[in-house]
T-cell receptor
Framework: QQQVKQSPQSLIVQKGGISIINCAYE??????FPWYQQFPGKGPALLIA?????SEKKEGRFTISFNKSAKQFSLHIMDSQPGDSATYFC????????????FGGGTRLMVKP | GAGVSQSPRYKVAKRGQDVALRCDPI?????LFWYQQALGQGPEFLTY????????KSGLPSDRFFAERPEGSVSTLKIQRTQQEDSAVYLC????????????FGSGTRLTVV
């Protein structure tokens, strides 16, 4: 059973545009929601994260919006740049499971110049 | 070290061969995790260590998979009698403390079983 569902699978955005990636989860035991960025041949790197008691978190061009009642969260990348082209994963942590992460299926983002 | 180091970076194994994948976590990190990432998919949890204790191995796909961390630092993931479905990138991550979220991933080992 896929506990974290991510959409879209792929996304093409023009330079300067807004990239939006959505995730939904099922398990209410999740208590921390990070987003990872992965470039080819590299491991995932933490981008930004949010706790469920906060509805929005912004770091530079990256913003997470969180809707606890709907069990959904999303990543917004403002002023998207070609260097943002990568695969993005949402994830959810169960602290009672030793910080184990459950990942979404990933979104391959391409930002066109 | 500055980051999580994994070796080898690439491994080609013949079906039925045993393989061993190594992970050197960030010095002092208490927690160590192994994930499996199939092509085009998100990482999936395999197993978790806190120091030398393997606290969760619920994600290991079969009894052919075995992980150890005998001295609480370096960890080895061993796969016996490899099969084609084992082909994936194996990622290691470490975290400084159970209560602190400081996950850092290595670049992974790409295993191809032919």
């Amino acid at each position: 059973q896929q506990q974290v569902k991510q959409s879209p699978q792929s996304l093409i955005v023009q330079k300067g545009g807004i990239s939006i990636i959505n995730c939904a989860y099922e398990n209410t035991a999740f208590d921390y929601f990070p987003w990872y960025q992965q470039f080819p041949g590299k491991g995932p790197a933490l981008l930004i994260a949010i706790r469920p008691d906060v509805s929005e978190k912004k770091e530079g061009r990256f913003t997470i919006s969180f809707n606890k009642s709907a069990k959904q969260f999303s990543l917004h990348i403002m002023d998207s740049q070609p260097g943002d082209s990568a695969t993005y994963f949402c994830a959810a942590r169960r602290r009672d499971a030793g910080n184990m992460l459950t990942f979404g299926g990933g979104t391959r983002l391409m930002v066109k110049p | 070290g500055a980051g999580v180091s994994q070796s080898p970076r690439y491994k080609v194994a013949k079906r039925g061969q045993d393989v061993a994948l190594r992970c050197d976590p960030i010095s002092g990190h208490v927690s160590l995790f192994w994930y499996q990432q199939a092509l085009g998919q998100g990482p999936e949890f395999l197993t978790y260590f806190q120091n030398e204790a393997q606290l969760d191995k619920s994600g290991l796909p079969s009894d052919r998979f075995f992980a150890e961390r005998p001295e609480g630092s370096v960890s080895t993931l061993k796969i016996q009698r490899t099969q084609q479905e084992d082909s994936a990138v194996y990622l290691c991550a470490s975290s400084p403390d159970r209560g602190v979220f400081g996950y850092t991933f290595g670049s992974g080992t790409r295993l191809t079983v032919v």
